[in-house]
């Protein structure tokens, strides 16, 4: 009997992490330059200026070798979906309503106050009208 290889399924966004029907809608974000991007893969930052733009779908809860971190989740225009780990300075994200179209944008490696250690920064801009949850 042939062996058969196992396969790691991605869990999907907890319902209540979701917009209402399930999938987001298209948007047109023809003029926003995009790192293409496969279904489940997290966005790699490697260099001032990256950015990514998406429709923000939540965040789920991911098991590490450094313990629970966040992933959160969003679509681009075409509907292809990716995630970014959390850090610091994209806590903010947690506050973003679901279905908002958000810009993220690599600032590069920043040092922190006492100088002794080096952060990821970004720059996080949401679709006019919209307000952070709070």
Do not use: C
Request: proline share 4%; no cysteine; hydrophobic share 30%.
């Amino acid at each position: 009997m042939p062996a058969t290889k196992k396969t790691r399924s991605r869990k999907p966004l907890p319902e209540s992490n979701r917009k209402a029907g399930g999938a987001a809608k298209p948007f047109d974000i023809s003029k926003v330059k995009m790192k293409k991007l496969v279904a489940g893969d997290a966005v790699n930052w490697e260099k001032s200026g990256q950015q990514v733009v998406g429709r923000y779908i939540g965040f789920r809860k991911q098991k590490t070798v450094n313990g629970e971190s966040l992933l959160h989740g969003f679509t681009d225009s075409k509907g292809t979906g990716f995630e970014l780990w959390e850090s610091t300075s994209l806590k903010t994200l947690r506050d973003v309503p679901i279905g908002t179209i958000v810009s993220i944008t690599y600032l590069g490696k920043k040092k922190s106050k006492s100088g002794k250690r080096s952060y990821n920064s970004f720059e996080i801009s949401l679709e006019a009208g919209v307000e952070l949850k709070s």
